[in-house]
């Protein structure tokens, strides 16, 4: 990240803390809405809720986010994450067992490519702290060996981490909050709204007019954030990942935030971003990043093999826009982009 969008970041995180969080209730004719704007999760949320009570949803969703947040937070020592990785054994809540054992089976299901066990290679490239650097080949030699989930063992109540592992959550975390607060909007009989948690985004019903929710796929070239099509969707998470999102410039060569935990280096993929579709949240969060590492010929075959999960949009380092066929329907773009099938492109 260069100085400019470094300072700009940080000078819209310093902004929130002043505010506390953004509020906005109101009634107009029978219909009643709620909208907070906070910061959690190392990210700028919004949530929305239309309903009698979505003042009384809103406020419990976010508090129930800001719960999680200390609760799975690798950055902060009081976390739960934190003292798992400090000790290497930790009896957990069942929110954080529920994560890491979900994280096990996606481990699993995608042949290692997404690997919460990825925290060391992190911090050695510098990404959790800001503070980067390239390593040598001796200090990936000595850190890759630790990134492996097939080591985590763990009984009804308690995870034990391979000798020198640690975990970060970062790549599920958000997806699995999402769900929650859908949930907590279902307990409030909100059958209207929308979160937004960075890059996630998770909605529930449609809008109060009876169409469906529309959300912007950024275009990954675009220095503004220029939208490059748009997904219209109900009940549905939709989460990115990209290279563009997180990175630093170092001798001319950029280094992005997804890791491939088979080589310790930034993924080199031939993909600009990945946007995967789901009524699940967690398995959205962390497939955006697997897939990513994938590459197109990979997301493409995981998909057709698990195309009953979720449904998808890649965008190639050529620019080229690919839709999955599950959800072609409910794109908008003014640029060409080509169907996935089953049977092929």
């Not at 100085?3 to 002043?18: E, N, S, W």
């Not at 050529?318 to 066929?325: D, F, N, R």
């Amino acid at each position: 990240m260069n100085r400019r969008k470094l300072a700009a970041f940080l000078g819209i995180v310093f902004v929130i803390f002043l505010a506390g969080y953004f509020v906005r209730c109101h009634v107009t004719g029978r219909q009643q809405s709620c909208t907070k704007q906070f910061f959690a999760m190392d990210t700028f949320m919004s949530f929305t809720a239309y309903g009698k009570d979505s003042e009384a949803a809103v406020n419990a969703a976010v508090l129930e986010v800001q719960r999680l947040d200390a609760l799975l937070s690798a950055g902060s020592v009081s976390s739960e994450i934190s003292a798992l990785n400090a000790s290497g054994s930790k009896e957990l809540s069942e929110d954080t067992m529920r994560i890491l054992e979900r994280a096990q089976r996606i481990y699993q299901d995608t042949g290692g490519l997404f690997d919460v066990t990825i925290y060391p290679l992190m911090k050695l490239w510098g990404f959790p702290t800001r503070e980067y650097h390239v390593p040598d080949e001796e200090e990936l030699s000595e850190i890759l060996p630790l990134v492996d989930a097939s080591k985590l063992q763990h009984d009804q109540t308690t995870f034990i981490l391979g000798e020198g592992q640690q975990v970060d959550l970062g790549g599920i975390a958000k997806g699995y909050a999402s769900s929650q607060v859908m949930d907590i909007f279902h307990s409030y009989e909100i059958e209207s709204g929308m979160v937004s948690l960075g890059g996630n985004v998770q909605v529930i019903g449609r809008r109060p007019d009876g169409n469906r929710w529309q959300v912007g796929i950024q275009d990954p070239k675009s220095v503004r954030g220029e939208v490059l099509a748009v997904l219209e969707t109900e009940d549905r998470a939709v989460i990115t990942s990209g290279g563009y999102e997180r990175y630093f410039e170092e001798d001319g060569k950029t280094y992005i935030h997804i890791i491939d935990p088979r080589t310790g280096y930034p993924a080199d993929s031939d993909l600009e971003s990945v946007t995967v579709v789901s009524s699940d949240g967690m398995l959205a969060d962390a497939l955006s990043t697997a897939l990513y590492i994938m590459g197109y010929d990979g997301a493409v075959d995981y998909w057709k093999a698990h195309k009953e999960e979720f449904d998808m949009i890649l965008i190639t380092d050529s620019g080229a826009i690919c839709v999955t066929e599950g959800i072609q329907e409910g794109i908008r773009s003014d640029a060409q982009y080509s169907v996935v099938s089953s049977d092929g492109v």
